[in-house]
């Protein structure tokens, strides 16, 4: 089963191909993307990644928590689901 990461401090450089690069090399990625402001605005500086599987995602987050991506420490962990207000 597929699960959903959550990468936060990420630079608004940072890509959604950036993204897939770095966590491909823990695993198998299903998507990989960057929040960006609506309207097409820029980044908001998070973003999420989905793993092909829960092993692939614990090995990410093993991994790539606090490993540089732009010069700055990613913060990498489970995303949680979106509660409605």
């Known amino acids: 089963m597929s699960t959903r990461l959550y990468v936060g401090n ?11 690069e770095i966590f491909s ?22 973003g999420f990644v989905t793993m092909a599987d829960e092993q692939d995602a614990a090995e990410a987050i093993r991994q790539l928590d606090g490993q540089e991506l732009g010069g700055r420490p990613l913060r990498v962990n489970v995303a949680k689901e979106r509660q409605e207000s």
């Open 10 to 20: 990420l630079s608004f450089e940072a890509t959604g191909d950036d993204l897939n």
């Open 25 to 46: 090399q823990t695993g198998e990625v299903e998507e990989a993307i960057i929040v960006s402001r609506p309207g097409g605005g820029r980044p908001r500086g998070f």
